[in-house]
Every structure is written in structure tokens, then in C-alpha cells.
């Protein structure tokens, strides 16, 4: 019997991981189908996390990016590990597209589920920086912890908090610098509705905090990669927190033990809702593609949408399939329910290669 491997990435607003290689996995007759939800830190990651770490989910009432009140999850394991995932409190889905205003959007809620988290007593904290509505460098989220962690006296700071001792990892697929023209302003702040002034305006923002904090501190992590994740959410997590930063896909694939479960293997199933050139910088498929190539294992990437096919095959993909192609355009390709009956018609094979 053939052994295929599922590990598909999300479809953003229509499929969760899971679901997605459940859809897979239907259309698979007379093979030994293996199945990994996966997450590369964006969305979908809360999900990914707790399946694999069999945590549970705490429901916290928290500010959303506009400082209204929502529910958001995060995951905490028996052993007092940690998962939030930004977007649950911060996240742009959480927003119309007329509220998008990263000069006033806030981090701030993401700071009170890392609060809740250590008052749980949790002593570890792996946090996925995918899908802010934000770029406010983390100040947000630095104001809740002092709010939460002081003595709310006239004129306290970040330097008057007084919190447990916690490790943080934190995990994104981008290397973007807090500023400058590869920064969070200028490559993420038009996809949040950022105007070219904004974007000079939030970038200048970023140069001054980022100079004021290092006078302060004597140390800088503007320029580390990943200080740009999240509207420099990550740069705030650095430098203020001490956090670790890590690329998201290889930081989960090496936590489920990948290289071991795919041993043996005859095909890998990646896949994501767009694929594109940007899936070879550093996106869950190109992550596995990575790994499965040291085994001589072929990977077919299943997307919603494709562009750039042809690169994508270049860099080793053996088949590049566009699960809507040739179907009725008038149905919702983003409907749950299409998007399975989608996935689980596509033609696969299970075939090693030489």
C-alpha cells in the first residue's frame, strides 16, 4: 500500500489545515494516508499547535486591534506551555475593510493574552506573529503589560513591570527589519491600509521608538530578522522581552518530527490557499518541499489560486495543481463546502521517485 503524507497549510478564510486534508484524504482510495496539520505561525496556527500539542484552549475576553472587546483562544498544555497566535486578538480578519488604520490600530490585546497565560503560571510562550492589522512596533502590547503588571501609578513604564520570568519564542516566515525600505511600514503597511504618507509616517515612528529604546536598554534589535513581523510586534517581543525568533515552518515541522514521519513515504501533499514565488520564501510548502527533497520524496502543491506555476515546478514541485481550475466560476471558490468537494476530486499520484 502507498504512503502518502498530508501536510496542507490553511486556506485562509475558508479551510483550517485539518480541514483541508480531511477533504484530501476522502479522495484517496487504496492508500496509507498520514495526516499533519501544519503551520508555518500565520493563521491557522492556534489550531496546528493544539491538536499537535494536545492543549487546551482558554477563551479570553481581550481588545481587538481597534480596542473593542473580543473573545479571543489561546492554548496552554498541562506542562504549562503557551500558544497564542497574534491574530486572535490583533488580527486584520477581525476587521471590515473600511476600518483597516494602521496609524491607530493596536497590539494591545495580544499583551493580555500573554498576561492571562502567566497568571495560568504558564513559563513558556511560543507566539505566531501571521496576520496583524497592525504596526504600531508592539506598543500596544508593552501598555498592556504595564497596565496589567504595575501598580498603576502616575508615570509608570515598561521598566516598573513586574511579571514572571517567562521564555518566549517567537515565530513568523518573514526577515523583514523593524524600518527602512524593507521594513513593517513600507513592504506591510499598504496590505493594512496604509497611504504613502502613513507609511512615512509609521516608519519615522519606528526609527525614533527603536533609537529611544536602545539609548535605554544599550542594545538594539531593530535590524534582527523578524523584528518587522506583525507591525514590529516582533522587534517589541526582542527587545523588551527577550524572545527567540524563529522561521514558523521549520520551528513546527521540527516539533512534529517530521523528517521521521515522512520516512518511507511515496508522495507528500502540500498546499495553501495562493500559491505563488512568495510560497518559496519560507511558507510551510516550501518547507516541507525542503525536507522531502533529502528523501527523494516528490510534493504536489495544492492551491486555490496559482500564479507562477511554472517557478514553482522549477524549484521541485512535481505537480502544481489549482483545485478551481475549469470548475463553474458563479460558485463561492472560498465556500466551505466547495472548496472540499474541490480538494477531494483532485487527481493525485503515489509514486517515488528514482
Known amino acids: 500500500m502507498k504512503k502518502v503524507v498530508l501536510a496542507i497549510d490553511s486556506f485562509k478564510g475558508c479551510l483550517t489545515s485539518a480541514e483541508a486534508e480531511a477533504a484530501v484524504a476522502e479522495g484517496l482510495d487504496g492508500c496509507d494516508v498520514v495526516k499533519i496539520p501544519v503551520t508555518d505561525g500565520g493563521d491557522g496556527m492556534l489550531d496546528a499547535f493544539a ?5 487546551k484552549r482558554q ?10 472587546l473580543v473573545e479571543a483562544e489561546y492554548a496552554l498544555t498541562d506542562d504549562g506551555v503557551a500558544v497564542i497566535e497574534s491574530a486572535q486578538a490583533c488580527g486584520i480578519m477581525r476587521l471590515k475593510p473600511e476600518e483597516l488604520n494602521p496609524r491607530v490600530a493596536t497590539s494591545y490585546g ?7 497565560a502567566l497568571k495560568r503560571g504558564s513559563r513558556k510562550i511560543v507566539i505566531g506573529l501571521g496576520g496583524s492589522a497592525t504596526s504600531d512596533c508592539g506598543l500596544g502590547m508593552l501598555h498592556a503589560l504595564v497596565d496589567i503588571f504595575t501598580d498603576r501609578r502616575p508615570g509608570r513604564n515598561i521598566d516598573d513591570i513586574s511579571m514572571p520570568h517567562c521564555e518566549i519564542d517567537i ?7 523593524l524600518y527602512g525600505e524593507r521594513g513593517a511600514a513600507a513592504v506591510f503597511g499598504p496590505q493594512k491600509g496604509a497611504t504613502p504618507q502613513m507609511v512615512d509616517c509609521l516608519d ?8 529611544m529604546a536602545a539609548r535605554h536598554l544599550g542594545f538594539d534589535c531593530s535590524e534582527r530578522a523578524g523584528a518587522g513581523a506583525a507591525g514590529g510586534l516582533g522587534y517589541a517581543l526582542m527587545e523588551f522581552l527577550g524572545a527567540n525568533v524563529f522561521h514558523g515552518a521549520e520551528y513546527f515541522l521540527s516539533l512534529v518530527n517530521f523528517d521521521e514521519i515522512i520516512r518511507g513515504t511515496d508522495v507528500i501533499v502540500t498546499g495553501e490557499g495562493s500559491a505563488d514565488k512568495q510560497t518559496l520564501m519560507g511558507k510551510i510548502p516550501s518547507a ?9 520524496i516528490p510534493v504536489v502543491l495544492l492551491a ?3 500564479s507562477d506555476a511554472d517557478e514553482l515546478r522549477a524549484a521541485g514541485f512535481s505537480k502544481v495543481v ?3 481550475a475549469g470548475y463553474d466560476t458563479n460558485e463561492n471558490p472560498l465556500d466551505k463546502e466547495v472548496a472540499r468537494g474541490r480538494l477531494k476530486a483532485c487527481p493525485m499520484t503515489c509514486q517515488r521517485h528514482k
Open 171 to 177: 515565530l513568523s516566515d518573514v526577515d523583514n527589519p
Open 304 to 306: 486555490g489560486k496559482v
Open 110 to 116: 495580544v499583551g493580555q493574552l500573554i498576561a492571562d
Open 288 to 296: 516541507i518541499l525542503r525536507h522531502a527533497e533529502s528523501q527523494h
Open 59 to 68: 477563551k479570553v475576553v481581550v481588545r481587538d486591534a481597534m480596542m473593542r
Open 204 to 211: 519615522r515612528r519606528a526609527r525614533t521608538f527603536a533609537r
Open 322 to 324: 489549482d483545485i478551481n
Open 51 to 55: 491538536a499537535t500539542l494536545h492543549a
